[in-house]
């Protein structure tokens, strides 16, 4: 008998301790420094804002849907860590073996969640149709998908204004094999082209999509916004940059086009509509010196002599500095 009292009174002695105020403050302030850990971390785990209208408003309704869940797991986890202290074995609790059915409690957690989904619903359909609306657009431009590259071509306000987009020299170079060159010292490598879109800020630009071969799909992350280019269709997004957020902002082709995929990148310099104003005029006025120096070029040859290129080489001429040509 004393054998088994000893035994019983270890029994008890190895139970959990009540939780006494110096362990709850030590929990407190643990739970705090996680806290205080969490909230210095936020903006790399979190979801970025970006720079673009759109971008802001997926940013908003991401941070809705966050607290929702937060708010959920509260109250569940709340109420399961009450029922396991309150109601746990140690304390006297008796489970109730006559509760097998409970109409109302089904109800309850029936009609919860579809409210919930129901309040999300609504704002994320707002979302939806501002996605797809793009009315009052002040900016189109054509964008043709290519291996390994984008064509951007004006319309409206900078008609005839059309380049490709190819893949920056250092970068290409860096990529071919024993180059002997570091690609970590190439700035922006695989991210740089020769010739960057160029938007204005303040206006709602959108952007046709299509492709000539296979389906690529142009993506800017600081824009929000990704889209198919696929080979026969047009699809179409809008992006406008806020002002004040004018920069260059970079993406690539977000679909496996094939083998040169990784050397396929987007670059997009966003400048204030003055600037903007000042590029297209720009680039107009070199339109109309390489078509008068190309109706001059036939004068300026002798009939049986073949062009010479600034490399020298007969028969082959210089590349421009931009590849663009006057639209009908």
């Not at 094939?258 to 903007?276: E, L, N, Y």
């Not at 073949?306 to 007969?314: D, I, L, M, Q």
Request: charged share 15%; aromatic share 8%; hydrophobic share 50%.
């Amino acid at each position: 008998m004393k054998l088994n009292r000893l035994t019983v009174n270890d029994t008890r002695s190895a139970r959990p301790r009540a939780l006494t105020f110096g362990r709850a403050l030590g929990v407190l302030a643990a739970l705090l420094a996680a806290g205080a850990g969490a909230a210095h971390a936020w903006p790399a785990m979190n979801m970025p804002i970006g720079v673009t209208v759109l971008s802001r408003n997926i940013y908003r309704l991401h941070m809705e849907v966050l607290w929702v869940c937060v708010w959920i797991a509260v109250v569940v986890f709340g109420v399961m860590i009450t029922a396991i202290v309150r109601f746990r074995h140690s304390k006297g609790a008796v489970p109730d073996t006559t509760l097998t059915h409970s109409t109302a409690a089904e109800v309850i957690w029936t009609i919860i969640p579809v409210l919930i989904l129901v309040a999300l619903a609504i704002p994320a359909t707002k979302s939806l149709l501002k996605l797809e609306d793009m009315r009052h657009s002040g900016l189109t431009i054509r964008v043709t998908g290519y291996q390994w590259k984008w064509q951007y071509t004006y319309l409206g306000q900078a008609a005839g204004i059309s380049f490709f987009s190819t893949l920056s020299q250092d970068s290409n170079f860096a990529s071919q094999l024993h180059s002997g060159i570091d690609p970590r010292s190439v700035p922006h490598y695989l991210l740089s082209v020769d010739h960057p879109l160029v938007i204005p800020s303040g206006v709602k630009v959108r952007l046709l999509l299509t492709s000539a071969d296979v389906i690529h799909a142009w993506w800017v992350p600081d824009f929000g916004v990704k889209r198919s280019a696929i080979p026969g269709f047009i699809n179409d997004l809008w992006i406008e940059v806020l002002p004040g957020k004018e920069g260059v902002y970079r993406g690539q082709c977000a679909a496996l086009c094939g083998r040169g995929h990784a050397f396929m990148p987007i670059v997009v310099d966003v400048k204030t509509p003055a600037d903007f104003a000042k590029w297209v005029a720009g680039q107009k006025a070199e339109l109309k010196q390489a078509s008068a120096a190309s109706a001059a070029a036939p004068a300026a040859t002798a009939p049986n002599e073949a062009p010479v290129a600034s490399s020298g080489a007969p028969g082959r001429a210089a590349p421009p500095a931009l590849t663009a040509q006057v639209l009908d």
